[in-house]
C-alpha cells in the first residue's frame, strides 16, 4: 500500500459524568485534547497531509535508530470559536468541546492501522567486523547472533563516526481500534483538577465527578473495547437531563452532534454563550433597556449549562436605595444573575437568569427566582441599615481581634504597619499636608469594613463596601473613594485606583502583604501562591509606574522590614534579599507581558539597576526607541567585545585597576576614542541627570566611529605591560559608560 492510499478514520470520544464545576470545565476540555494528542503521536496513527504518517527513521542516543516525530506535534489551541484546531501543518485537526455532563474529543482524521515501526540497530565498526579478505569476523558474528538475524540480513550504515554494520528491523504496526483501546483510558484518567474524588475503591483512580458513561468510535459505528473504573465504553450517549433517560445510539460524529442537538444538548460551549447573550439582550430590548455587560459571567453560566435559555424577572423598586455594587453583587456572586440598567446607566428593578432548559411556560420557575432575589435584598437592605448605626471609625478597635494570619497578628497590627509605610511614602513623594492627612485617614478606615455584617456576608465587597460606608458618614469624597479602591489593582492587568490618595493607600496595603509575607516564609514557591503575593506585587508595579511615582523598591522594603515585629525566620538581610529579587521579577514580567517589551532589552536595561521602576521603565523606552538603528547595534557588538576583553584580563596576574594615563596613549586611534570618551561621558551624564535617556543614548551611540577604528587598529593585548593596562582601563571606563543604562552586552545581535 502507498503512502497515499493509507487509510484514515475518524474518531470520537466522549466522557460522559456528573456535572463537573464551571470552573474546572474548559481546562478539563483543553487538557483532554492534548493528552489524546500526544497518545496519538506516539502511538503513530497521525497521518500527515500527504497520508504518510508522521515520522521518519533517525538514529536514537543508544546507537538504535527509529522512527522520529514520537512526540507531540505542535499543540492545539483554542480558537475563537472555542473549538481546539491542530495549529501545525501536516496534522489534521483535533477539536474538542465540552458541557457541564461531558468532556468531547472528535479527530476527524486518524490511521486505521498504526504505521510500521522501522529500527535500525547500530552494530560493531566495519573495520572491526570484517576482515581483509571480506569475511564477517566474530564480532559481525555475535552481533547478528545477539539480535536473531543472519548474516546476510546485516547491511553498512554510514554514520559521522565512520561505517558500521547494522541491521534493520521493521514492527508491523497494530490496527488502531487496538491501540486506542489501551491508550484512551490512560488519557482520561490522566486528567488532573484542582479537586477530584474517589468514587470507587480509594486505591481506585480519581476523577472529578463519578463517570457515567463512554462514547468511543473509530470510523462507522465501530466501538472501541475498554472500561474505566466500571464503565464500559460504548456507542450511546444521553442527553439533557430534562429530556430523559435514554440512551441515544449514535454512529460517528455528526450523528452524534445532531441527536444530541435534538435531546437540546448544544456541546459547542461558544455557541452556547453567543445564544445566551443574543437572547438575554433580545429580552431586555423590548423594554428599552440593557444588560450591564459581564464576560466572566456570561463564561461561567454557559459552562454550567448544556441548553441555556434567558428569562426576565422583576424585583421591588424599593431596593434601588441601595447602593449599585452591592445590588449587582447580589444578583452576579450569589444568583448568577444579570443585572439590567437603562440607556443612562442606572440600574433598573429587572434581572436576566439563564435556565438550563427550554422554557417555564407557567411562570413558576421565575416567581421562585424573583422571591429568592427578594430575600437576598432584604438581608442586603438590613446590614446596610444596621452598620451605619456604627461609624467606621468607632470599629477600629475592633481590627485587634480580628486574625490578620497567625504569624503577623491581627489586622489592627496590619493597619499600624501601613500607616508607618503611609507617612514614609507620603513624605518621600513630598505630598501637600492635605493629601497627606488624606492618605492616613483612608488608611485608617481602610480595613474597618471587615468588621460589619454586609462583608462577613458578601466577602467580595470588602474596600467597596468601606468605601460606600465611608461616603454615607460624611468622610471626604478623597478618602471614601481611597477606601473603596485600595485594593485595586488585582494584578497587572487590572484597573488601578482612581486617585492618587487611593493609590498610596494601595501601595501601603501590598507592599505590607508581601514583605511580611516573605518575612514568615510564605513567599511562592513554584506554581504555589497561596497569599496571592505575585498578584500583589504585580498590582505594585502597575500602581508605581501608571502614576509616574519615583519610588525605590529597596527602601520601601526597608522601611516594612523596621516596623516589623515578629520572630525571624531568617535573616533580615536574607529576607530583603529575596523580597528584591522577587519584585525585580515581577517587573520584568510587566515589561515583558503586559507591555510587551523585548527581552533582552528589559535583561539589558535591569542588569545596569532595577530599584526604582520608573527609571527601569524611561530606560527601556529609550532603548527601544533606537534599537535597529545601525550605530546601536554596532555599539552592542563592541560592548559585548569589551565586556569578554575585560572578563579575561581580570583574572590576569597583573592587571590593575585605575585612571587613564594621556602619556601612554600612543596610537591615534586610541587616543582619538579616549578624547571621544570625554566629550560623550559628560554630555550623557548630564542627560542622564535629567532622565533624558534617549539624549544620552545618542551621546553615547556618537562613539560608534571612533569604538570602531579603535578595534581596527589597536591592538589591546599588547606586550607592553604599561599600555596594555593603559588601554584596558580606557575599555574599562567605556563599560561603565555603556552600562549606567544598560548593559549592551546583553542586546542580542542582529
Known amino acids: 500500500m502507498t503512502p497515499l492510499q493509507l487509510e484514515t478514520l475518524p474518531l470520537l470520544l466522549e466522557v460522559g459524568c456528573e456535572e463537573i464545576p464551571a470552573r474546572f470545565l474548559r481546562d478539563a476540555e483543553k487538557s483532554l485534547g492534548e493528552r489524546v494528542l500526544a497518545a496519538l503521536a506516539e502511538a503513530r496513527l497521525l497521518p500527515a497531509a500527504d497520508g504518510c504518517p508522521v515520522g521518519g527513521v533517525g538514529h536514537g542516543q543508544d546507537g538504535h535508530a527509529t522512527r522520529g516525530g514520537m512526540g507531540v506535534p505542535p499543540m492545539h489551541r483554542h480558537g475563537q470559536d472555542g473549538h481546539a484546531t491542530e495549529s501545525g501543518t501536516g496534522v489534521p485537526p483535533l477539536q474538542t468541546y465540552s458541557t457541564p455532563r461531558r468532556l468531547v474529543v472528535h479527530v476527524p482524521a486518524l490511521l486505521a492501522q498504526q504505521s510500521d515501526r522501522v529500527e535500525e540497530i547500530l552494530g560493531p565498526p566495519v573495520k572491526v567486523a570484517i576482515d581483509a579478505a571480506g569475511k564477517y569476523t566474530r564480532a559481525a558474528e555475535s552481533f547478528a547472533q545477539k539480535n536473531s538475524a543472519r548474516l546476510e540480513d546485516l547491511i553498512r550504515s554510514t554514520t559521522p563516526k565512520g561505517e558500521y554494520l547494522s541491521l534493520r528491523k521493521t514492527s508491523e504496526g497494530r490496527p488502531a481500534r487496538d491501540l486506542l483501546a489501551e491508550l484512551l483510558p490512560a488519557a482520561i484518567l490522566g486528567l488532573s483538577f484542582p479537586k477530584s474524588m474517589y468514587w470507587t475503591a480509594k486505591s481506585a483512580p480519581r476523577f472529578v465527578r463519578p463517570i457515567r458513561w463512554i462514547v468511543a468510535i473509530l470510523g462507522e459505528g465501530q466501538t472501541i473495547d475498554f472500561e474505566i473504573l466500571g464503565v464500559k465504553a460504548g456507542d450511546f450517549t444521553f442527553g439533557h437531563r430534562a429530556k430523559g433517560a435514554e440512551p441515544l445510539l449514535v454512529t460517528d460524529f455528526k450523528d452524534y452532534v445532531n441527536k444530541l442537538a435534538q435531546a437540546h444538548v448544544e456541546i459547542d460551549q461558544s455557541l452556547r454563550r453567543d445564544r445566551l447573550v443574543l437572547e438575554a439582550h433580545a429580552l431586555v430590548e423590548k423594554t428599552s433597556l440593557k444588560i450591564v455587560q459581564d464576560e466572566w459571567l456570561a463564561d461561567w453560566i454557559s ?448
Open 303 to 750: 459552562n454550567s449549562t448544556e441548553w441555556p435559555r434567558p428569562m426576565l424577572g422583576s424585583f421591588d423598586e424599593r431596593f434601588l436605595h441601595l447602593p449599585r455594587e452591592i445590588l449587582i453583587t447580589v444578583m452576579r456572586d450569589h444568583q448568577r444573575y444579570f443585572a439590567v440598567e437603562d440607556t443612562q446607566g442606572n440600574l433598573s428593578p429587572y434581572f436576566v437568569a439563564v435556565l438550563n432548559m427550554d422554557s417555564d411556560e407557567k411562570g413558576l420557575i421565575r416567581q421562585g427566582h424573583e422571591r429568592v432575589l427578594a430575600a437576598r435584598f432584604r438581608d442586603a437592605e438590613f446590614f446596610w441599615t444596621a452598620d451605619q448605626k456604627m461609624p467606621l471609625q468607632d470599629r477600629l478597635p475592633r481590627l485587634d481581634k480580628v486574625t490578620y494570619q497567625a504569624k503577623l497578628g491581627s489586622y489592627g497590627d496590619k493597619v499600624r504597619r501601613m500607616r508607618a509605610l503611609a507617612e514614609y511614602l507620603s513624605d518621600s513623594l513630598e505630598l501637600t499636608l492635605e493629601q497627606r492627612a488624606q492618605v492616613l485617614r483612608a488608611v485608617e478606615l481602610s480595613k474597618c469594613d471587615l468588621t460589619t455584617q454586609m462583608v462577613q456576608e458578601f466577602p467580595e465587597l470588602q474596600g467597596v463596601v468601606g468605601g460606600l460606608y465611608a461616603k454615607a458618614q460624611g468622610e471626604l469624597e478623597a478618602v471614601a473613594t481611597a477606601v473603596y479602591d485600595h485594593y485595586l489593582p488585582g494584578g497587572a492587568e487590572g484597573q488601578s485606583p482612581r486617585t492618587i490618595i487611593g493609590a498610596l493607600v494601595s501601595l501601603a496595603d501590598k507592599f505590607d502583604s508581601v514583605v511580611a509575607g516573605f518575612a514568615v516564609g510564605h513567599g511562592p514557591t513554584g506554581s504555589s501562591d497561596p497569599f496571592a503575593l505575585r498578584r500583589q506585587a504585580n498590582g505594585i508595579v502597575k500602581v508605581l509606574l501608571e502614576y509616574s511615582l519615583a519610588t525605590n523598591l529597596r527602601d520601601v522594603t526597608n522601611q516594612v522590614l523596621d516596623v516589623l515585629e515578629i520572630q525571624w525566620k531568617a535573616p533580615r538581610e536574607e529576607v530583603g534579599a529575596k523580597v528584591i529579587d522577587f519584585l525585580a521579577e515581577r517587573l520584568r514580567y510587566y515589561f515583558e507581558s503586559p507591555r510587551g517589551f523585548r527581552y533582552d532589552t528589559v535583561r539589558a536595561v535591569m542588569a545596569a539597576g532595577y530599584d526604582v521602576p520608573l527609571d527601569v521603565l524611561a530606560r527601556v523606552e529609550a532603548m527601544e526607541a533606537l534599537r535597529g538603528g545601525e550605530d546601536f547595534e554596532a555599539l552592542s557588538a563592541a560592548a559585548k567585545r569589551i565586556r569578554n576583553i575585560l572578563a579575561k584580563s581580570a583574572s590576569a596576574a597583573d592587571w590593575q585597576p585605575g585612571e587613564v594615563a594621556a602619556e601612554l596613549l600612543r596610537e591615534d586611534q586610541e587616543k582619538e576614542l579616549d578624547a571621544a570618551y570625554q566629550v560623550s561621558a559628560a554630555e550623557a551624564g548630564r542627560l542622564r541627570a535629567d532622565r533624558d535617556y534617549k539624549g544620552a543614548l545618542e551621546a553615547i551611540s556618537a562613539l560608534r566611529p571612533a569604538v570602531d577604528r579603535f578595534f581596527d587598529k589597536v591592538l589591546v593585548m599588547a606586550e607592553d605591560r604599561e599600555i596594555r593596562q593603559n588601554r584596558l582601563r580606557l575599555l574599562k571606563k567605556l563599560d561603565e559608560l555603556f552600562s549606567g543604562i544598560a548593559h549592551f552586552a546583553e542586546i542580542e545581535g542582529q
